[in-house]
């Protein structure tokens, strides 16, 4: 696997290496050892599945507070989004800033977000899934949010939303804390 530095600490781009013969191919998703190369040492303790029908739709972006913050391992296994992650570690010299990437069952890119970070996506095909590892358990009542149009961030979304949940269209304005 390729680890690629991201513009905000912390946070990878990487790039599996499909082994194809004439069956198909084969490929990792995660590997404990080659993670360590990156600082990872954190188990994971849930993994996550979802499926979004229409392009265009936007979930995000989300993040759980203290003491239930996570680091996620997200993949698209269906399809194609554009995976954008917001740095929310006020410490952090690119904080509010985000990062947005491609990624699709094709490309089989794999993006590493550390603790700290808020993410989200928008889906560039109908029928899209993806496959989430998580470092914490699902807390809703730690459950937090930026709205995907937050003026403190500023996220250029590539298409017309055509779908997003109430929740996530009514997070409040985004303040510094
Ligand atoms: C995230 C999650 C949701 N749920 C439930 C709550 C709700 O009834 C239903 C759908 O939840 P949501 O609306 O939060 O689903 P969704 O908007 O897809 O939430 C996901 O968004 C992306 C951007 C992420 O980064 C993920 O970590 C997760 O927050 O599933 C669980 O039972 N376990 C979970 O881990």
């Known amino acids: 696997m390729e680890f690629i530095k991201t513009t905000l600490d912390g946070a990878y781009l990487i790039l599996p290496e499909p082994k194809s013969d004439s069956r198909g191919w084969f490929a990792r998703f995660f590997c404990k050892e080659e993670f360590k190369t990156i600082g990872h040492n954190k188990e994971w303790v849930q993994m996550n599945h979802s499926f ?3 392009k265009g739709t936007v979930r995000g ?22 995976d954008v992650i917001i740095d929310l570690r006020p410490e952090s010299p690119t904080f509010k800033k985000y990062q947005a990437f491609e990624l699709s069952a094709q490309n089989k890119h794999i993006i590493y977000i550390p603790e700290g970070f808020a993410h989200g996506f928008q889906t ?8 989430y590892l998580h470092s914490n358990y699902y807390n809703p009542e730690f459950e937090s ?27 409040p304005d985004f303040q510094d804390k």
Do not use: Y
Request: net charge negative; glycine share 4%.
């Open 52 to 54: 979004t029908s229409a």
């Open 61 to 82: 972006m989300h993040f759980q507070r203290q003491p239930h913050s996570e680091i996620k391992l997200v993949r698209c296994i269906a399809g194609k989004i554009v």
């Open 124 to 131: 560039l095909e109908d029928n899209t899934e993806l496959i």
């Open 145 to 171: 949010g930026i709205r995907h149009n937050d003026p403190a961030i500023s996220i250029n979304w590539p298409l017309e939303i055509t779908n997003i949940s109430e929740r996530d269209l009514n997070f």
